[in-house]
T-cell receptor, first 114, second 112 residues
Framework: EPEVTQTPSHQVTQMGQEVILRCVPI?????FYWYRQILGQKVEFLVS????????KSEIFDDQFSVERPDGSNFTLKIRSTKLEDSAMYFC????????????FGSGTQLSVL | DQQVKQNSPSLSVQEGRISILNCDYT??????FLWYKKYPAEGPTFLIS?????DKNEDGRFTVFLNKSAKHLSLHIVPSQPGDSAVYFC???????????FGSGTKLNVKP
């Protein structure tokens, strides 16, 4: 069964460093999302992306965050200067068509900012 | 931004009995509602969804009920199995699917 793949599964970084979280969405999906979950809290929306443009972003997704689809398969989330409060599990998700409501999630990248 | 709420952080049910998980929302413009199941250290897994034009959708042991006038949906699991033990999230989306709003989750424990 096709699945969303995220790498790395764990990332440890120092505060102020840049990190890039990588995702390979399901191949025929066109809509991409990043969510995050701080330990014990709700799943929070960060950004949605379609046709090489951001569709919507949350207040969390400030100038320190960016997304990119550098080629036909990868979808990345970059955090330019990490803060302690960026420590969370980051989930990539994808969706098939403009009428499909099912969102498929990857297994996540646990980001720890020290 | 608490547009989707799950007021019960946990639920414990005996194996074979019914599990009922509840979810409330505030935005009457939501078009789709979804339930996700999440195990520790894994991503949420899609379980079942319902369109706002329906009031019930069934898939095997899972049934979702939507009460638009009360802005309430529920997930029924019958019969419950120990493997159902997980955190369940409800989610909602507007027509454009640009953003899915998630509740805070309910941890279900099905006891053998």
């Amino acid at each position: 069964e096709p699945e969303v793949t995220q790498t790395p599964s764990h990332q440890v970084t120092q505060m102020g460093q840049e990190v890039i979280l990588r995702c390979v969405p399901i191949s025929n999906h066109l809509y991409f999302y990043w969510y995050r979950q701080i330990l014990g809290q709700k799943v929070e929306f960060l950004v949605s992306f379609y046709n090489n443009e951001i569709s919507e972003k949350s207040e969390i997704f400030d100038d320190q965050f960016s997304v990119e689809r550098p080629d036909g398969s990868n979808f990345t989330l970059k955090i330019r200067s990490t803060k302690l409060e960026d420590s969370a599990m980051y989930f990539c998700a994808s969706r098939e068509t403009s009428t499909g409501e099912k969102l498929f999630f990857g297994s996540g990248t646990q980001l720890s900012v020290l | 931004d608490q547009q989707v709420k799950q007021n019960s952080p946990s639920l414990s049910v005996q194996e074979g009995r019914i599990s009922i998980l509840n979810c409330d929302y505030t935005n009457s413009m939501f078009d789709y509602f979804l339930w996700y199941k999440k195990y520790p250290a894994e991503g949420p897994t899609f379980l079942i969804s319902i369109s706002s034009i329906k009031d019930k959708n069934e898939d095997g042991r899972f049934t979702v009920f939507l009460n638009k006038s009360a802005k309430h949906l529920s997930l029924h699991i019958v019969p419950s199995q120990p493997g159902d033990s997980a955190v369940y999230f409800c989610a909602a989306s507007l027509y454009n699917f640009n953003k899915f709003y998630f509740g805070s989750g309910t941890k279900l424990n099905v006891k053998p």
